[in-house]
Each structure stands twice: as C-alpha cells, then as structure tokens.
C-alpha cells in the first residue's frame, strides 16, 4: 500500500493537500516550506516544479514561479534538493507541472528520479489522456507513481469516468476552467462538487 492509499483509508474526510512553488521565496527554501506544511497539518504536499508559461495558473502561483526560476530552480536541482527528504517528510508528496521541462528533462529519467526519492505522484494538465493510454501511462506506472487527471465543471459525466479510470491516487476536481484563482462565486462549484459526490465511480 502506498502513501496516498493508506492517507484515503486512514482519513476519510477533510483531507488537506497544500500547494507550494518549489524554490520560492528563495532557492533552497523547497524542504522548510514542506516540512513546516507537514507540521502545521497538511495531509499532502502538492509540489509545483516551475515553468515559464503556466497556463493553467492565475496570477499569485505565476509570480512564485517566476521567482523560483529567477532564483534559478530546475528539475536537476529539485532532484538534489528532494534526494534526502523522506528523512524529514513522511506525508505523500505529488509534483505539479507541464509536460515540457520534463520533456527536456526525459521522462523516463523524471520518473525513475522521482521514484527513487520517492514521490508519491504527479499532476502534468498538459498531458493528454491518449498520450498517457498510448504512451507515457505505463512509464509512470513502471515506475510505482500515481498520475492524477483533472476534471471542470464542465466536463462531461462520461468523460469523468473515463478520467477516474485513468487516474491512480485521487481525481482532481478544479473548481472552474478559468485560472487558478479567479473564482468568487462559489455557488457553482458547490453544486458541481455534490455532482461528483453522487457518482458512481468503480
């Protein structure tokens, strides 16, 4: 049993999974910023590797990448930075990012290196569900990761199924297609969150 499998059965509700930007506010920040998450009750730590056009993110995530990468933060040095971090991190950790940094990196060579720390899972929104079936699924999968899609409000309910089937470790509910961060009415999401709870997933 992995880490995010013992997490779910041990703690079935209000399950804390906090973001931060690795290498923010300064390069070697990553490890304190996660331990004192851990400390402080986070369940699970989501892990952004930054890259210098995050789509997905609003505007507070964009400016902490673009520190991180100013301070000059890579994957070869989050690598370095996470090689011993099991001594002090005992939560899941899932790494957040887009497909081209680990394109250049390799992805083979990412997972293996991922696994090796190990990270729990990744989150990659830019990597298509026929690209993860045909191709990059079963390197992650080789490699003991979980891969976690993410679903909006306006995804179909056949096409979240499809995506929870995919998916190891949980499914992401974003709460809007918008970027991160620029929901206010919360009406919505409210309603699509009981939707999802009254699914019937396999």
Do not use: W
Not at 34 to 52: C, H, R, T, V
Not at 69 to 76: D, V, Y
Not at 78 to 94: N, S, T, W
Not at 118 to 133: C, N, S, W
Request: hydrophobic share 35%; glycine share 6%.
């Amino acid at each position: 049993m992995n880490r995010l499998e013992e997490l779910f059965q041990r703690k079935k509700n209000n399950v804390l999974n906090v973001y931060c930007t690795a290498g923010f506010p300064q390069l070697n920040s990553t490890l304190e910023v996660m331990k004192a998450l851990q400390d402080n009750g986070a369940d699970i730590i989501e892990l952004g590797m930054p890259y210098s056009d995050p789509l997905a993110d609003g505007p507070v995530i964009q400016s902490s990448g673009s520190k991180a990468l100013q301070n000059g933060m890579t994957i070869e040095k989050l690598f370095a930075q996470l090689q011993d971090c099991r001594k002090e991190i005992y939560v899941p950790i899932i790494l957040m990012g887009y497909m081209n940094p680990v394109l250049q990196y390799g992805f083979e060579r990412f997972c293996k290196h991922a696994a090796a720390i190990p990270i729990d899972g990744l989150i990659l929104p830019d990597l298509p569900e026929h690209e993860f079936e045909t191709e990059y699924g079963a390197i992650i999968h080789r490699y003991g990761l979980d891969f976690i899609f993410l679903v909006t409000p306006e995804t179909s309910e056949e096409r979240i199924k499809k995506l929870d089937s995919l998916s190891s470790g949980f499914l992401y509910a974003v709460s809007s297609s918008s970027t991160t961060g620029k929901e206010k009415d919360f009406s919505v999401t409210e309603k699509y969150l009981q939707k999802l709870q009254k699914m019937n997933f396999e």
